[in-house]
């Protein structure tokens, strides 16, 4: 099995074009072996050259919200009253530490999501 690392953007295209060739390979076949080590060579080289920045709180929270079916009235027991729950969707009220500490804990909303300051905030 020969492999080398992904440098360039050809090597990644490349990569990627003989992944989805093997896209039906059975793990534990040389074709599945070869398939996990693309995917893991794919996956170093797209973390360093198209990192993805953590979402803001928010909507980390919203989307949250949007996938588990949620309503501001489900979150009075992680936020505090149905008003400052509407204030910290509207980015008019910050999250405290025990607020961050519940929706991850409850929501599974990553923490660092929800320390992330918005950028108008860093600006200031």
Do not use: C
């Not at 919203?62 to 204030?87: C, H, T, W």
């Not at 804990?105 to 300051?117: F, N, V």
Request: no cysteine; charged share 30%.
């Amino acid at each position: 099995m020969e492999i080398k690392p992904i440098r360039t953007k050809a090597d990644h295209r490349a990569a990627l074009r003989e992944i989805e060739g093997l896209m039906d390979a059975e793990a534990g076949t040389p074709q599945g072996e070869r398939l996990d080590v693309l995917v893991t060579l794919v996956e170093a080289y797209e973390r360093k050259h198209f990192p993805m920045d953590l979402p803001d709180a928010v909507e980390a929270i919203k989307f949250r919200m949007a996938q588990s079916g949620l309503s501001p009235k489900d979150l009075v027991p992680l936020i505090g009253q149905l008003n400052r729950v509407y204030e910290v969707l509207n980015r008019k009220r910050p999250l405290t530490l025990k607020m961050i500490w519940r929706l991850h804990r409850e929501l599974g909303i990553p923490a660092e999501s929800l320390i992330k300051q918005e950028e108008q905030r860093k600006a200031a």
